[in-house]
């Protein structure tokens, strides 16, 4: 019994995994609830099939790209943004009218686009870091505000199609973009049947060289890391965590393609998100300037005692937030090939929800983009499920309204028997 409680012991070390990936195991057993259920209740299951598993991508797709900007403004202290919704209709009916209305080709209208959502976010970002007015203020006139001026830009319509070349940018999928004839045979596919046995082979292999690509990358870049850090005399996770961790995520990617490559490949917007969370992971944790939210976040005052300039790095923060929101726009308008008076709505909600469910506390200076990205992947296997199962629009709000609660009462909880 006495190895047993031991630091390093086997029990330490399996309560140490439940602890940091208490999330992802969470999620893990929701899809096979989910699964089980889909078998007892309907007779037959697609949880894991390769189609809703690339539905699940699709439809969350905005989600995950709010969520690391919206966990970068709750990170300096439980602040939210509650505008993001709005951003993207603004965004949206902008972008439709220039591409759709005015045939822009389609770089320049999204550098505008893009430029809208920064500006929106600068105005945003300056009342809250210069002026000292509550982001819960200057957010919510800004949920009103974009929301009105994007009914304006519409004049109450809703602007569709969009061209062709621009939804193969952001809802397509990548082996049809390096491939010409692989988009025409799917379009034809589309129209006349399933693939052929060709089509899908392609497809499967030009996916499963891409994932094993990335794993490669994966597995060198954390072996380095973790070198370096050793060298440097930082502190690392066990060589046993380090291990499994490293056979484990290449294991989950690589189940992911085959799934994936078993339908289209992977979509073109998995790229985006991908680049997004890389990017802002490495941001919030390995750059200075990251590393300052989260000193905001446990103590502003000492932060600023410190040398931290506290009001740039809020500007910063919802600045960033305004210019993903007008990624998320983009995507989108894509996905629903239209802009419409009603996009947005609840967004704001649903990115909130994704990173307190991902770990984020309710008072800032903790939480990890991989994080909300579990957060937000819970959330979208909540409506994918009980939307297979046919539960009604209105239970399902409820189960994620409690969901959300359930996760910051644990947070709240937890930080109290921290400090006892």
């Known amino acids: 019994m006495a190895e047993n ?13 439940l602890k940091d990936h208490t999330m992802l195991l969470i999620l893990v057993v929701v899809m096979i609830m989910f699964q089980v259920l889909q078998i007892v209740l309907k007779g037959s299951a697609t949880m894991f099939t390769p189609s809703n598993i690339t539905n699940i991508i699709l439809q969350n797709s905005y989600v995950l790209i709010l969520a690391a900007g919206m966990l970068l403004c709750i990170l300096t202290g439980g602040n939210i943004d509650l505008s993001v919704g709005s951003v993207v209709c603004l965004v949206g009916a902008i972008g439709g009218k220039l591409i759709v209305d005015a045939k822009m080709p389609i770089v320049p209208a999204i550098i505008i686009c893009l430029l809208v959502g920064l500006l929106i976010g600068a105005w945003h970002g300056a009342f809250i870091a210069y002026v000292h007015i509550p982001p819960f203020i200057v957010t919510l006139s800004g949920m009103l505000l974009w929301r009105g001026v994007a009914l304006i830009v519409l004049d109450g319509l809703t602007i569709s199609p969009f061209p062709q070349k621009y939804l193969n940018l952001f809802a397509s999928y990548v082996p049809e973009v390096f491939m010409p004839d692989l988009l025409n045979a799917s379009q034809a596919e589309s129209l006349v049947g399933p693939a052929t046995d060709k089509l899908k082979f392609i497809r499967l292999v030009t996916t499963m060289v891409i994932a094993a690509v990335i794993c490669v990358v994966m597995i060198a870049y954390s072996i380095k890391s973790r070198a370096t850090k050793v060298k440097k005399g930082y502190e690392v996770t066990d060589k046993v965590s380090f291990i499994l961790r490293l056979i484990l995520i290449p294991v989950v990617v690589l189940l992911v393609c085959w799934q994936l490559g078993h339908h289209h490949g992977i979509p073109t917007v998995l790229v985006l998100i991908a680049a997004v969370v890389v990017f802002y992971s490495y941001y919030t944790q390995n750059t200075v300037p990251g590393r300052y939210l989260y000193a905001i976040g446990g103590n502003a005052k000492a932060a600023k005692l410190s040398g931290v300039n506290t009001d740039n790095v809020m500007m910063f923060a919802y600045t960033n937030m305004g210019f993903l929101s007008a990624v998320a726009a983009l995507v989108c308008i894509a ?20 990173c307190f469910i991902g770990g984020a506390s309710a008072y800032g200076g903790t939480g990890t983009i991989g994080g909300a990205v579990v957060g937000a992947i819970f959330m979208g296997v909540l409506n994918n499920g009980m939307s297979i199962l046919g539960i009604d629009m209105n239970w399902q709000q409820a189960v994620k309204g409690l969901v959300l609660l359930l996760a910051v009462i644990f947070d709240i909880v937890s930080k109290q028997r921290n400090k006892k």
Do not use: V
């Open 335 to 354: 996905r629903f090939n239209s802009a419409a008076p009603t996009a947005g709505q609840s967004y704001e909600m649903d990115a909130i929800g994704s």
């Open 5 to 17: 409680t031991r630091a390093g012991s086997p029990l330490n070390f399996t309560k140490k995994l």
